[in-house]
């Protein structure tokens, strides 16, 4: 009788545990699109982020002759809407990828 109770008691205790799991993952990915909509980012904006980030790197990236190439383009997604933004500058075109948070990824030689 007492190990048919264990065994109800240990049943119960993993299916528990395999909700817990889902409801956990279910919040992740419920959290993980940003839910800003930043398709309305200025060019002002999107350029206050781009130099940021260029002043942040190492030397061989520089902001001095900084202009767009061409329109940004906004990219809504599971992980986080990103804005994809060609520009150049003195040291070449690049690609930037900015998040709604004001996050920039940089991917240079387009």
Avoid: H
Avoid at 4 to 22: D, E, N, P, T, Y
Avoid at 51 to 74: C, D
Avoid at 75 to 96: M, Q
Avoid at 102 to 107: D, K, M, Q, R
């Amino acid at each position: 009788m007492k190990i048919a109770r264990l065994g109800v008691m240990a049943l119960s205790l993993g299916a528990i545990a395999v909700l817990l799991v889902i409801a956990i993952g279910v919040v992740q990915l419920s959290l993980s699109n940003s839910g800003q909509n930043c398709s309305e980012m200025t060019l002002s904006e999107q350029r206050r982020y781009i130099i940021q980030k260029l002043n942040e790197m190492s030397e061989n990236y520089e902001a001095s002759g900084f202009s767009f190439t061409g329109p940004s383009r906004y990219d809504p997604g599971r992980a986080g809407d990103i804005l994809t933004v060609p520009f150049r500058t003195n040291s070449g075109k690049y690609l930037a990828l900015i998040g709604c948070d004001g996050s920039v990824e940089l991917s240079k030689g387009l």
